[in-house]
């Protein structure tokens, strides 16, 4: 009789415990079905997260949204706008692919940052759906940060609190007002690989091993589940969302005046090309001949072989050059007009000749005109060594100061060209702000504009030439 009960009564529990687990997914879904009457721009993002059982209270690895039901009922069962205001928090984070994050972040100050920086999106969209209490808590930090930074992406916000030397402690009290969801998922180890891609339907299973909870078997058996996304695979998923999210949203503002400047705002933040600006410059450069053994080109086997047979006699001497990219013929025009800064100007050039300088990057001799132009042309400096760059960065002052014109340089140079100043002028690099009239015919070498933005515009360039934006941070990394 006493097996019997106790087989009876752990029934029970497993049966409560499953219908405990049924009701958590029917609210969830029920989150985030309400979201989707209100962000139809947002819809195929919102349903992307696969429901799985949990050990912790709420979170998600960018794959799947892992939930306790013993914290989510009682959660929606105080107030439902509060779950649902959770589940746009987590997909906002998503969306930023807040959870790729490199193994030098100061987690706690991180992790502030990326919950500020979706709570103030979620408060411009003024969604009645999840007014809750903590709005309230949050609304005089928000203001303040607004008044010192112009934009609240996650990583200005925590630059920002890094450069204000910020505890520990104090990021977990200030947490407090912003923290709906856990983030413990996006540290663990071999955290490299997500759990499959899904529609968040309330009857999907995905597998898990972030603290689920083990007691589960449909965690255990799913057989609803799909391949394993990679981490490559993951963000490519969630930035093609986000761009489709940032052209939805833009149609929306225009069509229905939607709420959501700072959620646009951070989505072309997002959208933006990252570049690697040392490679950038790479592949500028030129091949040519230098004095050196290329032994990819190089066969021992015939060389030994003759070695012994004739004493001392090789078959074939090893190749005395090698084919290499190196800089050569180079052109780096400065936009030197009133709008642009003379140190930010310093900076870039000093970052381009430090990139230029290192090991394989020049030739012994090299061309390189630097020409400062604003309406018309200011200075020009013809570079041919690099002991001349040294010399020439020491006492560089910028000359101009006027308006913008891109043409002057373009003309300059093509003379140049005629005149045979260059062996093989294989590109020219122009920094600018942007404001200026460009030529009307494409070059016979390749140009790259290289704006300096932090206010995420999109620049427009003609259709034959590069276009590259660079932060401030970028240019003085």
């Not at 985030?32 to 059982?53: D, G, I, K, Q, W």
């Not at 940060?145 to 990583?155: C, N, P, V």
């Not at 959208?271 to 021992?300: P, Q, S, T, W």
Request: overall charge negative.
């Amino acid at each position: 009789m006493n097996e019997s009960n106790e087989e009876l009564a752990l029934d029970d529990v497993l049966k409560k415990m499953q219908r405990a687990d049924q009701l958590s997914r029917q609210v969830i879904s029920y989150a985030r079905n309400t979201l989707f009457v209100h962000l139809r721009f947002m819809e195929n993002a919102l349903s992307r997260l696969v429901f799985v059982p949990y050990g912790g209270t709420i979170a998600t690895d960018m794959c799947r949204l892992y939930y306790n039901s013993q914290f989510i009922l009682p959660d929606f069962q105080k107030n439902d706008k509060t779950l649902t205001h959770r589940y746009l928090h987590i997909i906002l984070h998503c969306i930023f692919r807040h959870a790729y994050v490199g193994p030098a972040i100061r987690r706690p100050v991180w992790n502030l940052a990326c919950d500020i920086a979706v709570e103030q999106m979620i408060q411009e969209l003024h969604l009645k759906c999840i007014d809750d209490d903590y709005g309230n808590a949050q609304r005089g930090i928000l203001q303040e940060l607004q008044s010192q930074l112009k934009y609240m992406t996650a990583e200005k916000i925590y630059h920002y609190y890094i450069t204000q030397n910020i505890s520990d402690a104090q990021c977990e009290q200030l947490q407090e007002a912003f923290a709906l969801d856990e983030h413990e998922v996006w540290y663990a180890p071999g955290n490299d690989s997500f759990g499959s891609q899904g529609n968040g339907d309330s009857d999907s299973q995905g597998d898990s091993n972030q603290k689920p909870d083990s007691d589960s078997s449909q965690s255990q058996n799913n057989e609803n589940s799909t391949a394993v996304m990679t981490l490559a695979e993951a963000q490519e998923v969630w930035k093609k969302l986000a761009n489709q999210i940032q052209t939805d949203l833009e149609t929306f503002q225009k069509q229905h005046g939607t709420d959501g400047g700072s959620l646009l705002q951070n989505l072309k933040a997002v959208n933006r090309e990252r570049y690697d600006y040392a490679e950038f410059l790479r592949k500028f450069a030129v091949y040519g001949e230098i004095m050196k053994i290329d032994d990819d080109e190089f066969d021992y086997n015939f060389y030994t072989y003759g070695m012994n047979l004739y004493g001392n006699m090789p078959l074939i001497e090893p190749l005395e050059y090698k084919e290499v990219k190196r800089v050569r013929d180079f052109v780096i025009a400065i936009d030197t007009s009133g709008s642009v800064s003379g140190e930010t100007v310093q900076k870039f050039v000093n970052k381009t000749y430090n990139i230029l300088k290192q090991q394989d990057s020049f030739f012994t001799k090299v061309n390189i005109y630097i020409i400062q132009c604003d309406a018309e042309i200011q200075e020009v400096q013809k570079i041919t060594s690099q002991e001349e760059f040294e010399a020439y960065m020491k006492t560089m002052q910028l000359h101009g100061f006027g308006g913008t014109d891109f043409r002057p340089v373009f003309a300059y140079v093509d003379e140049l060209i005629r005149q045979h100043a260059f062996t093989n002028l294989k590109g020219m690099l122009y920094f600018t702000d942007g404001f200026g009239d460009f030529p009307e015919h494409q070059p016979d070498y390749q140009i790259a504009f290289v704006f300096l933005d932090d206010d995420y515009n999109n620049y427009q360039v003609p259709v034959w030439a590069i276009r590259l934006i660079l932060t401030t941070e970028e240019i003085e990394q």
